[in-house]
């Protein structure tokens, strides 16, 4: 007889003939003390009806769910090799971990890749290494002739992360970690809480279609109050989120129950009710409205850099702001490009999985879009998607950006340990739950200086990596000095396996790029694809 007959057949009568010995025979009452409980439990898995495993094997069954719930955990500890894990490897965290916390980034006896997968790829190095001094602080000037107060940011910044997302300790230690090393810290969506004002690092505030912090009564855009904010010393730029990589082009919902206190003043909304953020924006419906109400953000925020941020979709879609940028005059000050495999909080697993431009692919498609109309001295680009070394920011500087945002590699320098939980409020490191006990474990100073401490040693080693290209600065680094491995016998230079446009090439002769069909699809007056 199997185990999970065991269950069906003899736990119950056996339980029930012991509690009948408890009568009369005292080992028996004490062990009934023990086995009460599960007799309980037993007999209600037997009679209850949602769950036809505990039906049919009762008390037996639970364990599927106490396995399901470690799985997580086994499988990131014990059956996992260094190089696997999703979205993070054991490796990858490793290399945070171990910087946030000043521990050697080093790794022994060569490395663990397998060099002639098709998965591998790798900078090319001079044999002439340039001499780069340790604290050069590289920067790149965000603000293009539109704006009179242009902001300096650093090569690495923190991603878009909502307080409610994140707990208020995360943020707090996020903010000051921002502050110590003079870098910026996104809000994200959720709006500029307290918590992001405490320590007073940098800021970018990021506007969702839900306009948390600048809201009226009807969740329409308010200008006055958005103006109230944005001219705050603290927030430097402002960012204008069309969509995101873990879920592009969908809205979502903050059930009531969770819009606590803190979150309905950060957001401007009643404690209480449902917080709604709906898939598209009311205050522009078009291109050209979109330039338009940036410029009147621009002005509303005392002339600073505004951008936009999107995970890369319709190609026709990009294209058209192009458009409506060239036919205006108005520019954008900066483009933020996050890829389809990003994402810190909960979102739909389809839209996950299988929606919207890998970070790569976007990069190279917004860097064409820009340089091929001739913007890109007037525009800087961003790039946000699994940033977590410098020999990433490496890449995604080769292929178009100006600086990097990472966010996940940010909490795992807070603690993060990828379980997974982000989503249900009883994270276990504190980071993403707002339950006061979970977020104790936090300790704001110490973890501030284990984020401004990854910042630095990353950067660090980013400048190492430069000087390793003989290179004077990372703008130097070119998709030539990129080689992607295409099988097991082959590799190429990334500007042989994706297209770079030339200088103007949409606006001379756009029929002679691969973007042709796009780029007749687009009009600056409407998001539509024009037949």
Sequence with gaps: MGLGS???YLAIPLLLALAAAAAWWPPARWTLYVTGPLLALTLWDFFQHRH??????????????????????????????????????????????????????VHPFGTEFDVYSDEYEWLAHSIAPNTVEEDADWRVPVGGNQCSKPYSAALLNISAMSFGSLSSHAILALNKGAKMGG?????????????????????VWELGSGYFGCRDANGRFDPARFAETAQLEQVKMIEIKLSQGAKPGHGGVLPGVKVTEEIAEARGVPVGQD???PAAHSAFSTPVELLEWAASLRELAGSKPVGIKLCVGQPHELFAVMKAMLET?????????????????????EFSDRIGMPLREGLIFVRNALVGCSLKREIKVAAAGKVHSGAGMAFNIALGADWCNAARAFMFSLGCVQSMKCHTDTCPTGVATQDPGRQRGLVVDD??????????ST???????????????PWQIKPKDIRERLNHARSDPMDKVYSFLEDGALLGDPDATAYARHWRAAQAESFRAMA
């Design 459 to 473: 950067l660090k080693s980013f400048h190492e990596m430069v000087a390793a290209m003989g290179l004077e600065d």
């Design 183 to 203: 870098f910026y810290h996104d809000t994200g969506e959720g709006g500029l809480s307290r918590h992001h004002r405490t320590h007073g690092g940098d800021l």
């Design 447 to 456: 973890k501030a200086e284990r984020v401004a401490r990854f910042q630095r």
């Design 52 to 105: 036809c495993l505990r039906r049919n094997y009762p008390l037996i069954a639970r364990f599927r769910w106490l396995m399901m719930d470690l799985r997580p955990f086994l499988r990131s500890y014990i059956i996992e090799s260094d190089l696997e894990g999703r979205p993070f490897s054991h490796d990858a965290r490793g290399l945070v971990y171990a910087r946030s916390k000043g521990s050697l980034g």
């Design 329 to 349: 005059g108005i520019r954008l000050d900066f483009i933020t490009v996050d890829g389809g495999e990003g994402g810190t909080g909960a979102a739909p697993q």
């Design 6 to 8: 065991l269950s069906r």
């Design 275 to 277: 917080c709604v953020s």
